[in-house]
């Protein structure tokens, strides 16, 4: 229908959180929460009860009212679309189930490289992730211009440790034993994600994307030598693969690299063609700044279980943190994702202080 299509959106109100990306002023500093869309909220349950995870994944509708449902609640300054890292997959045909008080399962995750073979070698991501992009395009409409709204892909390391454990793992055991004993099939897989995710980025950002996040949640698991071999190498490549076709077309978007627990890398995800480095709550704010000597902005890193604390407690958490990172070119986050028994009240309490504080120190200046 006319006026629906990725075009003729609305004129952005708040870009406080574009601006802090590229590390320019800011009149407060940004905040948003990695989960907002999420199951601690009372509508968001409500919205999903008896429905499939996935089919709520291929409703552009609905991951349009999910994506909205925290904004209503409180003054986030940016929204990211709501869906699912494991959509890359099912496109390149594998079967991924939600299956409750269990997670995301494989029923027939990779055992060999021999069955490599098994999927899609050509994936066509904009037919087959249509439904993503849509949903941004739905979405960037409904915002009315209040936040920009963030896209987001699970990084190939990350994305191979699901295909091939078929589920959540602590270890990641059966997938670094890929690593050791498969390098050149591993190789080969991430290459195949790589390709994908670079053309499912570009589809967001063509759909409406104002910003992307690129999800290295299994970096934890691996060393500082393995990550350089298998994780880093293809981070860098989506960054720059992304900016050098988006420039072609006079484009420019911010990206953000999320390596939890990589801290080992801190330096090398600085000089990853990425504006943003994302950081978790085993970082300090002051030795994060040091060490990524002012090359990117920075976002994170409340424990999310400071939550849990007193409304008072979490704004004096919230005020030390801003003091470590400081006001410019920082994105106030969660170190990780909010947890579903989590009050909505203390999210707000969340937001308020970063906003708060940080006009506060600003104003100091």
Known sequence: NAGCGPKDFPE????????ACRGQET?????????QAGRY???????????????????????????????????FDAAIIFSD???IPQAMGMDVQMVAGKGPTFPEPLKEPEDLLLLQSKVDVIKELDYVFKAITLTRHKLEGKVPLIGFTGAPWTLMA??????????QSKAKRWLYRHPEASH????????????????QVAAGAQALQVFESHAGCLGPVEFQEFSLPYLRDIARKVKDQLKESGQDVP???FAKDGHYSLEDLSQSHYEVVGLDWTIDPRSARERTGGKVSLQGNMDPCALYAPKERISEIVKKMLEGFGTRGYIANLGHGLYPDMDPENVGAFVEAVHTHSRHLLNLK
């Open 12 to 19: 952005l109100k708040n870009d406080a959180f574009l601006l």
């Open 27 to 35: 009149p407060h500093v940004p905040v948003w929460c990695m989960r």
């Open 41 to 75: 909220l009372p509508e968001f349950r409500e919205s999903r009860a008896g429905k499939d995870f996935f089919a709520t994944c291929r409703s552009p509708a609905a991951c349009c009212e999910l994506t909205l449902q925290p904004l209503r609640r409180f003054p």
């Open 85 to 87: 890292i494991l959509v």
């Open 162 to 171: 699901y295909m091939i454990e078929g589920g959540a793992s602590t270890t």
């Open 188 to 203: 080969q897989l991430l290459k195949m994600l790589t390709d994908i995710i670079v053309e499912y980025l570009l589809g």
């Open 255 to 257: 990206m953000i690299v």
